[in-house]
């Protein structure tokens, strides 16, 4: 099982970039990044970078992590658009980008800079056009498509990215909708899930697979949850109770239990972020105690 990072989007480029670097040296294996232009809160002065331009900076200066966007909101770039960029970033990084695409979520910055926000089967309808718009960008030398939100005519995209093709990873948990699409288009799929979450969730997407007479192991899978360690029952319990999100908290043998429930459903990617963890002084031996402690577990 791979395990990456993933670091609040609040932080400096300079920050990123040093955390970036740093788990690339200690052995990590992937690098994600949240594309969101403010925070989803009432506070809007929070600064936060545009996420594409964080994974070139990352690509250029950063030589051997995957690295890809956790996940792309599709209402706020053409799909076209994102298929050249994706291609560009991967061209940048050697083939070491995975484009995470997602039907997008945060009303407030929809409404901030004008994007059209839609229902959720809209946005939904849309991400499953944006996914045939990239496959077909990637694969073809002239695409054309004639859907209901996005249409190309003879459409280019030159270069390609190194990768061939370059993996498509959707996001997200929905059911009905996002897990078919995700069977339908995807090379990767991502989920915020507990292990009891995850294996349900799973077992939804291969029954769609099945359905549409794709084998699901075509199909990686990943997930993430917040991460804590800490010998401090007090400390771990505070870690804990963030409302709305997994959470493996505990010392060093207890997250490791965790993990291992998680690479015993087929998981093939962890992801960590470093969300509650802390200041730089805590985090750092945090991220480097849980590489070398915890993930020898699953790898």
């Known amino acids: ?29 992937g690098f994600w990044y949240a594309d969101h ?3 989803n809160s009432t506070d809007l002065d929070v600064p936060i970078n545009e996420c594409w331009t964080v994974l070139a900076g990352i690509a250029a200066a950063v030589p051997r992590l995957r690295l890809g966007p956790l996940v792309t909101g599709n209402t706020y770039r053409h799909p076209a658009v994102l ?4 291609a560009t970033v991967d061209q940048i990084s050697g083939g070491r980008v995975v484009l995470g695409l997602g039907s997008g979520w945060q009303e407030n910055e ?3 800079y004008g994007i059209e926000f839609s229902t959720i089967p809209g946005r939904l309808a849309r ?3 944006a996914c045939q718009v990239i496959r077909g960008l990637f694969s073809g030398d ?6 209901k939100y996005y249409q190309l005519r003879g459409a280019p995209l030159s270069p390609k ?16 909708v996002t897990l078919r699409i995700t069977a339908n288009y995807a090379d990767e799929w991502n989920v915020w899930a507990d292990v009891e979450t995850l294996k349900h969730k799973m077992a939804v997407l291969d029954a769609h697979c099945e359905d549409l007479g794709r084998d699901p192991a075509e199909i990686k899978r990943s997930a993430q949850a917040m991460v804590f360690l800490s010998d401090d029952p007090a400390e771990v319990e505070k870690a804990s109770s963030r409302p709305g999100l997994p959470v493996m908290a505990g010392n060093v043998e207890e997250v490791r239990d965790t993990v291992a429930a998680y690479a015993a459903t087929g998981l093939d990617e962890l992801i960590v972020p470093d969300f509650v963890m802390g ?14 402690e915890v993930a020898s577990v699953a790898r």
């Open 127 to 129: 991400l499953d056009e």
């Open 279 to 292: 200041p730089r002084e805590r985090k750092l031996p945090m991220l480097d105690q849980f590489i070398e």
């Open 83 to 86: 298929a050249k960029m994706a």
């Open 1 to 29: 099982m791979r395990f990456s990072f993933w670091p609040t989007p609040t932080q400096s480029w300079s920050e990123v970039l040093f955390l970036a670097k740093h788990v690339e040296k200690t052995g990590w294996d």
């Open 142 to 147: 002239r695409t054309d498509f004639d859907g």
């Open 161 to 176: 990215p190194v990768q061939s093709p370059l993996p498509l990873l959707v996001g997200g948990g929905g059911e009905k």
């Open 110 to 112: 929809h409404k901030a």
């Open 37 to 39: 232009f403010m925070p």
